[in-house]
């Protein structure tokens, strides 16, 4: 995938996807915690500008991309994975 122009990065939403206690024990500053296993429900909510720019991470980057997966299907367009975002 592409990666979006760095002048969209300040409108940016920044989203971990690890569990509440990974998040807990240290995240990037600013970054909404919304664990993988709930992107389907707290998205609508949490989420509602379908056409923001999402960057989501995790520790591996395997739960960031079965939340992309998600999103995408929820009709969200610009969602990208960080991969492995380190802390």
């Known amino acids: 995938s592409t ?6 990065l300040f409108r940016s939403l920044l989203v ?4 509440p206690d990974e998040y807990r024990t240290g995240h990037k500053e600013g ?3 919304i664990p993988a296993d ?5 998205a609508p909510q949490l989420l509602p500008d379908k056409n923001a720019v999402i960057l989501l991470y995790c520790r591996t980057g395997k739960r960031a991309d079965k ?5 995408r299907k929820m009709g969200y367009s610009h969602v990208e994975n960080l ?5």
């Open 3 to 8: 990666l979006f122009p760095y002048t969209t």
């Open 38 to 42: 709930e992107v389907e429900q707290r």
């Open 31 to 33: 970054a909404l915690n």
């Open 16 to 19: 971990d996807v690890r569990t």
């Open 67 to 71: 939340a992309l997966e998600t999103l």
């Open 83 to 87: 991969h492995r975002f380190e802390m």
